[in-house]
């Protein structure tokens, strides 16, 4: 099979529009905003087959096949498709292991054209988890097929590609696709109880919010006899800016699309700093901060780091005019009381008054990473309309526009970024070099 495949000119550019994603709102006579409390499924209901392919068959692509099986009944992973076989063969193996099922092998794919292959093979979904520097090829290959999609999250690593995302997520829309994104918060229980409540207005105006993502270390590879660069990248591409489009955008995606999710608002510029510490390969910062402002004047300041012996912080934030909240599961007024919170299942046969296991751990009922997956598989046989994708390029948009302030020690502004040119990558995928500025970006001077 030819291990080579020429980029194609799919990339078209798309207005942007400010989302909100808030679902069955109304105002009452006092004027207050309402919204209707979200019905989550345990498992998506009865309905017709849905085979599913996969494209990226790394840890989290195949957790995503796995989440997919786990959604309901009547549901298959059809095909899979990645640029190497081991990948596959280990994906392959673990559906087996954890959910009895079996893919075919005529329908497990090899190479850089693994993806038109997948979504030529017959399926009704397409699941997009490669790294992120693929996603708008791919998901602009599977809105053209006119099939139902889950991609993780980001979905893009620079500005041309989100603008395509952009592009696609409206064809989708006109088309009636079904697209979810790993944006999985935005599925989780208690985000979804406490977003109600601060719609409804229950700490007032948001006027401040932080987002945090600090971790240590995160995986990598070194190079090993008989990879190419090009091989190599990829199997390290967490840390190569290319292919992930650095931390700020591959993981602390999801604190900024929190707030943005909470403020109903995106930021209009951006004043960031970073550095490279103690990474051990690739081109990227271990850390940044970013001042993020919105067109009302609110500020946000964004965090994230990726380094070991360091203090540990996931979380959001936001302050309004009556209180605050830490977006998960609880509200307080201005003098620090808690005024809401969000109640968890207690464990089976529990009563009123008993005292909780010592083992016991609150969490939602059914994990985000299902439940995304469940309210995809529903709206398709619903045929309700669902399109996640916008919202998404959005909140990595700005996580761009952080990264890119930082890189160069400039302000930057939505309306550069969103007319902004830049576009990362070989111009050609091919297992052999890889012809990019691989240079680690200085402030003042990039």
């Known amino acids: 099979m030819a291990n080579k495949f020429n980029r194609r000119d799919f990339l078209t550019l798309g207005a942007v529009a400010t989302t909100g994603l808030i679902v069955g709102c109304s105002v009452s006579n006092e004027k207050k905003r309402t919204m209707e409390a979200k019905q989550f499924l345990d498992q998506a ?16 692509g195949t957790g995503a096949a796995i989440n997919f099986l786990s959604a309901g009944p009547n549901l298959k992973i059809h095909a899979l498709g990645d640029v190497f076989k081991d990948r596959v063969d280990g994906c392959k193996q673990k559906i087996l292991d954890e959910k009895k099922h079996t893919v075919p092998d005529e329908n497990c794919f090899v190479g850089f054209d693994a993806f038109e292959k997948v979504i030529d093979s017959g399926v009704d979904v397409i699941i997009l988890a490669t790294p992120p520097h693929f996603r708008p090829q791919h998901f602009a290959a599977a809105i053209d097929a006119r099939k139902h999609v889950f991609m993780e999250k980001p979905v ?15 064809k989708a829309e006109a088309l009636g696709l079904v697209v979810g994104t790993g944006t999985q918060r935005r599925h989780q229980r208690d985000y979804v109880a406490t977003f109600k409540e601060i719609y409804e207005g229950a700490i007032g105006d948001i006027v401040s919010a932080n987002c945090y993502w600090n971790q240590s270390q995160l995986w990598y590879r070194t190079p090993q006899k008989g990879w190419s660069e090009m091989e190599y990248m990829i199997r390290d591409w967490v840390n190569w800016t290319w292919l992930s489009g650095d931390h700020i955008v591959e993981q602390h995606v999801h604190n900024i699309d929190v707030i943005n999710w909470f403020s109903e608002k995106h930021p209009v510029k951006a004043v960031g700093f970073g550095s490279r510490q103690r990474r051990v390969t690739g081109d990227q910062y271990d850390n940044f901060s970013v001042d993020f402002e919105y067109e009302n004047g609110m500020h946000v300041h964004s965090m994230c780091r990726q380094i070991n012996g360091c203090v540990t912080n996931v979380s959001e ?22 005024i809401w919170e ?3 299942p207690k464990p089976e046969g529990w009563k009123e008054g008993d005292a909780l296991p010592e083992d016991y751990n609150p969490s939602v009922k059914i994990s985000p990473y299902v439940q995304e997956h469940i ?9 309700k309309p669902y399109v ?5 390029a959005i909140s990595t948009m700005c996580a761009i526009m952080g990264r890119i302030s930082a890189y160069t020690g400039k302000e930057v502004t939505w ?5 902004s040119d830049l576009q990362l990558g070989p111009k050609e995928y091919k297992l052999g070099p890889v012809n990019i500025d691989k240079s680690i970006a200085v402030p003042g001077v990039a």
């Open 156 to 170: 893009a690593v620079d500005p041309v590609g989100a603008r395509s995302i952009i592009a696609s997520s409206k």
């Open 317 to 338: 934030s936001i302050q309004g005019t009556k209180g605050s909240s830490n977006c998960q599961n609880s509200i307080l007024d201005l003098q620090g009381n808690k």
């Open 375 to 383: 309210d995809l598989v529903q709206a398709i046989r619903e045929n």
């Open 45 to 60: 209901n009865e309905g017709k087959e849905l085979k599913a392919g996969l494209i990226g068959c790394g840890g989290r």
């Open 388 to 392: 996640e994708a916008e919202a998404t």
């Open 415 to 419: 309306e550069e970024i969103m007319n």
């Open 342 to 344: 969000y109640q968890y």
